[in-house]
């Protein structure tokens, strides 16, 4: 006996389909930045022209593909993407056209490794899966907004579109036999839609290279409204077995019958995807106007600078090559007057329109580090062209790019003081962290340094650095990030590495970082009393276990006076098995890790009476 079901059965695919969406956004955040530094020029060149026609020629693809219908068992992937575009644009507003061609897959999900027939009693074998690749072809058409920059060479879009749209293929059939006799365990009639109302929304970022030729990259929405799948010559849509595992791992068969649907679903298709391609643009021409007949003819205008001039300038690094974001460009003249000014952007590149040919000398500077001079001369500039010139950071030494931020956060930690420190204590370097809690500091080759914060209040990670690590020739940031820990009084703080040998309470040389840590705290905050607290696991004696850890707590308390700390300000404490932080009290059964979880060193602030 058949049953019916009229309704639409697919799962939910997973989240994260806005990936090709935060590209997009991410390369606008770009192309603002780039923006921004082309506009600290003093005189910016003519901007290229924004209204006219444009036109598009895309290429990418189709990310996540949801089809809904009346199939539970097949899946979709995603395929290429082909499409064209184009628009009249004003200011802020356009309206255009798109046409796109989409390319997706059906994928069979039903098992086909293992399936029992209980009527037969025997396993289903001898499978055969056909199945036919799906075509979307869409025509819309729909307004737009974007934005063009001063300049004309940025542009951000954002575009609807409402038209139709032509889906066919898809289909797919799995067969399987059991006892000689060939079986349908999955088949769907895939679709043959001819006009679906179809809506489609993207966001995408332009670069023109000049008035005429750009590339973009962007992302799309697109949804099918009533794409109904197709109803084939057996008189249904979509068939398939029904089965559940049972306790061998087989699937096997809940009943016989054949389940079928014989009505098509109304339901949507919908997909997100990718894209690049070129872009195209036929600006707007503005007519002249006529000269009134009566009037007297007009002379017309004489051109007395047609030329016009640009010096573009790279900031790098020698050894790496890497560009220089954020690098001081000062271009002065043969007597030391300052021409242009200004900063280089992402891309380590500032350009300098509309300026006078003249032999100039180019200065750089790079987080107060002078990089080697360039010269120009007066004939080397390019008539309506641009000169390249580069500046070399030739400085040997890392520089160290570091951000201080509350432990187990990603909070960042301003007006914290930095010590870089050498290994032996001889030289020592202090910066202050900005409002992001960034630091930086120039890093000389060989060097072995310990890095520290002090903020009242706060415990600091040290930072162990060996530039010994990194290679000048593939390295210039060395990028780190350091932690602190707020000390509010009476807050337990873990000390990390504080191990002890068997049955021992004497100080081992492992754990001596970290109590130096502890003393560079102290010294940093001489009003701060502390308690060092020692803690053991449940193993052993009660009597035992405390008497080992008032020892240990001594002990350290012993080390942290002999480094100098004042011993009236120390409170050492040994609490044996008494707080445990887990289960693993006398008697359970636990593991050496969850062991170790209770064995150990704490320090806290002691709250002033």
């Known amino acids: ?187 769907h009639g895939g679709y043959h839609v001819n006009n679906s109302l179809s809506a489609k929304g993207s966001l995408s970022a332009h670069y023109f290279f000049n008035e005429k030729i750009g590339v973009h990259i962007g992302a799309y929405y697109l949804r099918h409204f009533n794409a109904g799948d197709a109803v084939g010559t057996a008189g249904y849509s979509a068939a398939y077995r029904a089965f559940e595992p049972n306790e061998e791992g087989a699937f096997v068969f809940m009943e016989k019958n054949l389940r079928t649907i014989d009505k098509s679903c109304a339901c949507a298709i919908a997909s997100i995807g990718g894209y690049a391609g070129l872009s195209f643009r036929l600006p707007s021409r503005r007519k002249a106007r006529p000269v009134p007949p009566a009037a007297p003819p007009v002379a017309p205008e004489t051109c007395t600078t047609c030329e016009v001039y640009a010096l573009a300038v790279t900031a790098r690094d020698q050894y790496t090559k890497e560009v220089l974001a954020e690098t001081d460009v000062i271009v002065k003249d043969a007597s030391g007057n300052t021409i242009r000014s200004g900063v280089t952007n992402a891309f ?15 200065n750089g500077k790079l987080y107060a580090v002078d990089l080697k001079p360039a010269q120009t001369e007066t004939t080397a500039f390019i008539s309506n062209g641009t000169l390249q010139k580069e500046l070399l950071y030739t400085n040997a030494d890392f520089i160290l790019k570091g951000k201080a931020v509350v432990c187990n956060s990603v909070m960042p930690l301003p007006g914290a003081t930095v010590v870089l420190r050498d290994r032996a204590g001889a030289v020592e370097k202090n910066t202050q962290t900005d409002k992001e809690g960034a630091f930086l500091f120039h890093l000389k080759q060989k060097s072995e340094m310990i890095l520290y914060g002090k903020k009242e209040k706060y415990f600091s990670q040290m930072v162990h650095i060996k530039a010994a690590d990194y290679d000048r020739n593939t390295t210039l940031f060395v990028k780190l990030e350091m932690c602190m820990e707020e000390t509010d009084c009476d807050k337990a703080i873990r000390l990390e590495n504080i191990h002890y040998d068997l049955d021992k309470y004497f100080i081992r040389e492992d754990a001596k970082p970290e109590l130096n840590r502890l003393v560079q705290f102290m010294t940093d905050n001489p009003g701060v009393r502390v308690e060092l607290a020692s803690h053991t696991d449940s193993r052993a004696s009660h009597t035992y276990n405390q008497r080992l850890s008032q020892n240990r707590a001594n002990a350290a308390r012993a080390y942290l006076v002999s480094r100098g700390v004042a011993g009236d300000r120390i409170i050492a404490k040994g609490y044996g098995e008494t707080q445990l932080l887990n289960r693993c009290a006398d008697g359970v059964n636990c593991s050496e890790a969850e062991h170790q979880f209770n064995r150990r060193t704490e320090m806290k602030v002691i709250c002033p009476k």
């Open 348 to 362: 380590g590149v500032i350009v300098f329109n509309n300026i006078t040919p003249g032999n100039y000398t180019i």
């Open 1 to 187: 006996m058949q049953t019916k079901e009229l309704t639409c059965i697919k799962m939910c695919r997973p989240a994260g389909r806005l990936l090709p969406v935060l590209g997009a956004v991410l390369l606008l955040f770009v192309s603002q930045q780039l923006y921004a530094q082309q506009h600290r020029d003093e005189a910016a060149a003519p901007g290229l022209p924004v209204k006219g026609w444009r036109f598009g020629l895309n290429g990418g693809y189709d990310l996540f593909p949801d089809y809904k219908n009346n199939t539970p068992y097949i899946d979709y992937k995603g395929g290429l993407n082909l499409g064209v575009t184009a628009g009249y644009y004003w200011k802020w507003f356009s309206v255009g056209a798109d046409a796109d061609y989409i390319k997706n897959q059906p994928v069979n999900k039903y098992p086909a490794d293992a399936v029992f027939d209980p009527v037969n009693n025997t396993m289903i074998g001898d499978f055969s899966l056909t199945r036919a690749g799906i075509t979307r072809i869409f025509y819309g058409v729909g307004p737009g907004m974007h934005y063009t920059d001063r300049q004309g060479r940025f542009a951000v879009e954002l575009n609807g579109r409402v038209g139709l749209a032509s889906i066919k293929g898809g289909a797919l059939t799995l067969t399987g036999k059991s006892s000689a006799t060939e079986q349908v365990l999955n088949e």
